[in-house]
């Protein structure tokens, strides 16, 4: 009887053990990714933030988990996309915006946050500085708001005899103000006149071009906004319809047909947020990371597009390039 009792146990425990073992094993941990702009423009960021994750030992679907949510260049609806991946207590936000970073900072000082930004993280809030940031938030920044100044200096090398200049403005930008007062300094101190449009919609880009066209402006410096960056294409045929040289930071903006780019590698900042993130994932503190700056700055030019726009861009200009596409 004892031993009937013995093997009907041990074969109930054969039974349970499967159970018992599966219901131990961890949860695989969950990247909540929120970005302003959609998912076609920004591919390629996409797939250099996943090699920097699998750089660190982590590979979506295999032990990682990761919940997009884009806004399309809405940036009223990041307060929402964001609320919902602070109640399914993702494991780290990857916040790969500055409209992002700054709705994922305000919705969780509990959750992990890693951002990717064109500015200073410090000035907009994200951290107390960048070599110790505190709290539960760190990054990569490009910088590309600070340089917002040598690309008017490219607009002049590029277009010399023109003393009229234009600046596109999304003035929904958190770095609006200090990119048109920045722009403005670079301008005065080349002694040059720069005309400041604001753009938050398509009508209102072909409104802003068609008055940049009117003020016979020599060039048009394009500020640093996803709500551009989803319209590079747009942009770029706009500028060439109204025969308006355009100088951006973001370099699809040559690659869709613009004539130059100046600004931080944004491909090298997804992928080494990706590190971050993943390296969070491994039990580091955001805290313990400090900021990191994309070490480049590049420029890209489009000598087909100058051709078009009966530009000739000085040789100079031209050894300085990352990239000229011909």
Known sequence: MRRREFIRLLGSAAIAWPFGAHAQQPAMPVIGFLNSGSPDTFAHLV????????????????????????????????????????????????????????????????????????GDPVQLGLVASLSRPGGNVTGVTQMNAEVAPKRVELAHELVPQASVFGLLINPTNPFAENVTRDSQAAALKLGLQLNAQHATTDAELDKAFTAFREMHVGAVVIGTDVFFNNRVEQLAALAIRNSIPAVYDYHQFVAAGGLASYGGSVTDSYRLAGGYVGRILKGEKPADLPVQQASKIELLLNLKTAKTLGITVPQSVQNRADEVIE
């Open 47 to 118: 797939r250099a933030f996943l090699q920097g994750l699998k750089e660190a030992g982590y590979v979506d679907g295999q032990n990682v988990a990761i919940e997009y949510r884009w806004a399309n260049g809405q940036y009223d609806r990041l307060t929402t996309l964001v609320d919902d991946l602070v109640r399914r207590r993702v494991s780290v936000i990857a916040a790969t915006s500055t409209p992002a970073n700054l709705v994922a900072k305000a919705a969780t000082t509990t959750i992990p946050i890693v951002f990717t930004t064109g």
